[in-house]
């Protein structure tokens, strides 16, 4: 096995223990939830405005578009693996190259497929919500994240 294979499964292992026994390699500052709260309390950070929230506005309007073309190639790309396999029955023999487009063809669409996903759903796609008496843009979040506010579940609503 290569090292750097090795070296990705080997921090992927301490991510998922890390994450899994709640361990931090930083400062932890809690946020103090109210006696009346208890039980009740979600906590809000104010959405910040970066560049891949901007990026995925911007690509959004765009969405139906996209999809379609995405769609488009994915039929496409069924016909070639069909025409590349059909090929092949008719002279009953397997030739490796004539699957190398095709392939080269499968790898191409799937990243686009992840890169464009990831630029549609950011970070704060899922986690955006909107909070009654608290005007503003705020996001679901953890009580030890910066600016954390702890409000009464009752008033926080998903967008």
């Known amino acids: 096995m290569k090292k750097s294979m090795l070296s990705v499964i080997i921090f992927l292992t301490a991510i998922v223990l890390m994450a899994t026994f709640d361990f931090s390699l930083g400062p932890d500052t809690v946020a103090n939830v109210p ?5 009740n309390a979600l906590f809000i950070c104010p959405a910040e405005s970066s560049f891949w929230i901007s990026m995925a506005n911007g690509f959004g309007q765009f969405y139906r578009y996209i999809t379609m073309g995405f769609f488009f190639a ?4 069924t016909f070639v693996w069909g025409w590349s396999l059909y090929q092949n029955l008719l002279k009953d023999s397997f030739k490796k190259e004539d ?8 790898k191409l669409l799937f990243w686009a497929i992840v890169i464009m996903m990831i630029v549609f759903n950011t970070p704060n796609k899922y986690r955006d919500v909107t909070v009654d008496k608290h005007p503003g843009n705020w996001v679901l979040c953890e009580n030890s994240s910066e600016g954390a506010v702890a409000v009464n579940s009752d008033l926080v609503h998903a967008k």
């Open 99 to 106: 699957f190398s487009k095709p392939w080269a063809f499968t």
């Open 35 to 39: 006696a009346n709260m208890k039980g």
């Open 74 to 77: 994915g039929i496409i790309l």
